[in-house]
């Protein structure tokens, strides 16, 4: 089946405004270190007034491993949602620059949404997101031109949040199943789980082919604390599952097999953000190009290995030379 | 004499756009290497639409300079015009987050200026700047009580650009000399001197204690291809000149006195933008504490090796600390 993209993505359109900061001020803002939480407009200026300088920088969990398919030397779409303002400019350059496509469109009279990232010094970051015009994706954003043309539709569980959205999600996932396309979906946070846990093992049950999660998110999902049983859990409830550890590396489990992947190492740990997207990325680009699932998994952890090792959620240099330094 | 302030500077109040390039890319754009070029608005979009994904960073020279100062402890206050829009927003938290004062205001209906940057493999960086509102201010904008509670006023180069910025300077510079200020100028690029030359020698001679610039800008000044020869024209023009030669560290020529100070070695070499505004921080902030002169250029080199090794212009760790650690 002919494709015009490896991966078409479907997520909140976010800027990243990205500084350095304290535990003792995750503590003051009441903040959950590692977590994403949602906040309103009048707490984002608050927030942003208190926290330290930052740099700005495109971001959303879907937009960033569109980037890093892209930076792979594949091809990818991004549908998602944004504000007629400067940081909306950004994103569309920031997707385009890539040769990614942005569809979706721009709203006036809305801000494009904006994620607080405070980055402790063990890189862990901690995200507040002021979601703006990405909340006001619908149904009617999703090209089904743009699905039908996409080897895998990808969808962040952020999108269980925004009711619109989800809508939007669920019209992308009939046309990817009505077009044979594969869908793959990621959990995307471990309080996301907690708030849609129910509509979120329906949808994997029905739907998903590859389910992309990370030892909190999954443990979550299948109300556990051991990541052995919620790895077990996966088997046949998606047909591919690719859980990542951190520095423990990543477990995928796909029918009878089970194949753990080590970790790539980094040059150093500088911010996490973007970690899990840009391992996504390796994933499903791997998939995409017909690759082994081991060989996804190792792409998933180099360019995983790229993105901590600086400030900011996409590659700064071409994971396709990585991988080919690499051997992959 | 007291001072609420430690540095004050004025300057074009920018923000940066960063983003990796080839050599290839920037002879395409026909950009000299190393170089800023001013561009309007029309070329702006241009570029941008060509160049690659890109972070975003409140820059400026001086406005660089004042954040350096901070992180190193000091206070700092910055004068420079913004147009009412998100990188406005932008500039002033990042220089108030730092506990620094942003003065100067903000204008309708004109774009915050901002700086495309180009960096090459080799960490050198190419720019081209659309100043927007930048270019607007006016004496009006120089409000004598900041002036007047500084330490040193800091003039950069690049203001020589704007006629309206020029008499803004030449204001700040009238303020400082009455109320006994020190006036410290940097000549910003070599294309500002060689645009500018005639005017500069003569506001050196008449006005300037601390003159900071480079080999490229002070071999210009002086139209001598030997910085020997550049170096030796500065004694006793300015009090105090302070020389960046990159890797070969700096120079600082006061009176009969030439001191050779080693560069501080980088973590790596990643982007230099900023590396000459850091060590005018260190270098004006060891002044203002009443350093002695190799402690000063000590602290500029610091400070240049932190920036130089990581995207964006201003440091991402404390200086304080880097300098407490360094023993300085």
Request: with cysteine.
């Amino acid at each position: 089946m002919n494709s015009l993209y490896d991966v078409a993505a479907i997520g909140n359109a976010i800027v990243d405004v990205i500084a350095p900061s304290s535990e003792a001020f995750l503590s003051a803002e009441g903040l959950i270190k590692g977590s994403m939480t949602l906040i309103d407009e009048a707490h984002a200026e608050g927030l942003y007034a208190r926290m330290a300088a930052a740099i700005e920088a495109s971001g959303g969990s879907a937009g960033n491993t569109i980037a890093g398919v892209a930076s792979l030397g594949g091809r990818g779409a991004f549908i998602g949602k944004l504000g007629q303002d400067q940081l909306g400019d950004v994103f569309v350059h920031d997707i385009e620059a890539v040769g990614g496509r942005f569809s979706g469109g721009r709203l006036d009279g809305h801000a494009t949404g904006r994620c607080l990232i405070q980055v402790t010094d063990d890189g862990q970051r901690t995200m507040s997101t002021c979601l703006g015009a990405a909340a006001l994706l619908t149904p009617e954003d999703v090209d089904p031109a743009i699905i039908e043309a996409a080897q895998i539709v990808y969808l962040e569980g952020y999108q269980f949040d925004p009711p619109e959205a989800r809508r939007a999600f669920a019209k992308a996932a009939g046309l990817a199943r009505a077009s044979g396309r594969l869908i793959a979906l990621s959990l995307s946070d471990s309080f996301v789980v907690h708030r849609h846990r129910p509509a979120l093992l329906g949808f994997i049950e029905s739907e998903v082919d590859i389910l992309l999660a990370n030892e909190d998110e999954i443990t979550a999902l299948f109300e556990t604390d051991d990541f052995e049983i919620a790895a077990e859990a996966c088997r046949g409830r998606a047909k591919i599952a690719a859980l990542t550890r951190g520095a423990k590396g990543s477990v995928v489990i796909a029918g009878d097999q089970t194949l753990l992947i080590e970790a790539h190492p980094p040059e150093k740990v500088v911010d996490t953000t973007g970690a899990g997207d840009q391992y996504a990325a390796g994933f499903l680009f791997g998939l995409a190009q017909g690759r082994a699932l081991t060989a996804c998994g190792r792409l998933g952890a180099l360019a995983a290995a790229e993105v901590i090792a600086h400030y900011g959620p996409r590659p700064q240099v071409s994971l396709k030379d990585l991988a080919t330094q690499a051997g992959l």
